[in-house]
């Protein structure tokens, strides 16, 4: 087997992964990066997709909203964001939050609404994006896959 | 004497009725605490992860030093409240309470400033009576807090340490034990606290690569930190809850089991007494008309 490193994946409410792998694919800040052992230290944003664990013949996938990826030479991690975030969706919240306090009763509803209703929409397409990469890349190999 | 009788026999019913009510508390208390502590478990690898990360960015020689890593003047301080949405838990809040108020009080006498951002229920109803400088609160989380809940709390908390309005951030919350203890800390947030345990040996010098760029990437990285620690606060709160709750619950039943035997004994007694002068009367009736 080829060299490997150590990959985690955890998200605020619960882990997704933990193990060794030879090569880590996931969606940077600036385009789709692939991570193979002693990479020199990395650390960006993701964005909402796919991320792509291949040890050996297997590969395993994650769908993750969003979140932070840390690369050491011998250890990658991923925090995964177990929400798609934007800033406009924390700055309503932050708002709903300080009405509360304030006692409004009143709450800033269809702003709240409206921003959901755009983060809703982002990671429905981007989950509809990763699904589509995954049937090709599958398809290629002549698997299929249900959904 | 029959009517003496009655009454306790009424008192012991009721009592056995509030009785079951405990007993059923307690045992869906402890239900629910054997999955708070299931979610406590699941959350703490992702702050563990955090941490590594933290500590190696402390490591590194960064050209953009996050000003969260900055000491402070601890001058004007903000302080996350945890507490649960429902009572009958015991003095699980209360002694958290207390404990927020001592720490207060240091800190005005200190000349400092104390805003408060607020978790739960019973938080909100004490800051409400005690008075108290209130920015931010968040209530009925539920019994499965989601971490987006929280978001817009500690934003507000951010937007106020970005903004210079404050220069530190506590949280208050109960720390998990066991299942029969609970202990009410006061944790430093901001400016954040770099593990000595974190600091292993690195290259002498060396920094990331970052992307976007160094300030948007530790800024996202330290926003994700703190929220990361507020959640965890708030599941181990929830996990306290639910087993200060089992525990008081449980408390309430044996006391009521107690009452209930004292009862018991009353009944019997003035029952006795009753028959008593039930025979005591047939008798000298009896010795009456003999006579």
Known sequence: MAVSMQVDIVSAEQPLFSGKANEVFALAAEGEVG???????????????????????????????????????????????????????????ALEA?????????????????????????????????????RERL????????? | MAGASKEIRGKINSIKNTQKITKAMEMVA????????????ASRPYVEKLKRVIGHVANAHPEYKHPYTQPSEHKKIGLIVVSSDRGLCGGLNNNLFRRCIRSIKEWQENGATVE?????????????HVGGN?????????DAPHAEDLVGEVRVMLDKLDSGELDTLYIASNEFVNTMTQQPKIEQLVPVVADAAQQEKMPVY??????????????TLMNRYIEGLVYGAVVENAACEQSARMIAMKNATDNAG??????????????????????????????????
């Open chain 1, 139 to 147: 398809g290629k190999r002549g698997l299929t896959v249900s959904h």
């Open chain 2, 206 to 219: 060396w920094d990331y690569i970052y992307e976007p760029d160094a300030k948007t990437a530790l800024n």
């Open chain 1, 98 to 134: 300080k009405q509360r306090a304030e006692e409004a009763m009143k709450k800033a509803e269809s702003e709240v609404d409206f921003a959901k209703a755009q983060a809703e929409l982002s990671e429905a397409i981007a989950q509809l994006e990763a699904i589509s990469k995954l």
């Open chain 2, 30 to 41: 402890a239900a629910k605490m054997r999955r708070a502590q299931q979610r406590m478990e």
């Open chain 2, 116 to 128: 408060l951002a607020l978790i739960g229920r019973k938080a909100e109803t004490f800051f409400k």
């Open chain 2, 258 to 291: 107690k009452i209930i035997k004292e009862l018991q004994l009353a009944y019997n007694k003035a029952r006795q007494a009753a028959i008593t002068q039930e025979i005591s009367e047939i008798v000298s009736g009896a010795a009456a008309i003999e006579g």
């Open chain 2, 134 to 142: 209130v920015v931010a609160s968040v209530v009925d989380l539920g």
């Open chain 1, 35 to 93: 991570i193979l052992p002693h990479h020199t230290q990395f650390l960006s944003t993701l964005k909402p997709g796919l991320v792509r664990i291949v040890s050996g013949d297997e590969e395993e996938h994650f769908f993750v909203a969003g979140g932070i990826l840390e690369v050491q030479p011998e250890v990658v991690t991923i925090l995964a964001d177990s929400a798609i975030r934007a800033d406009d969706l924390d700055e309503a919240k």
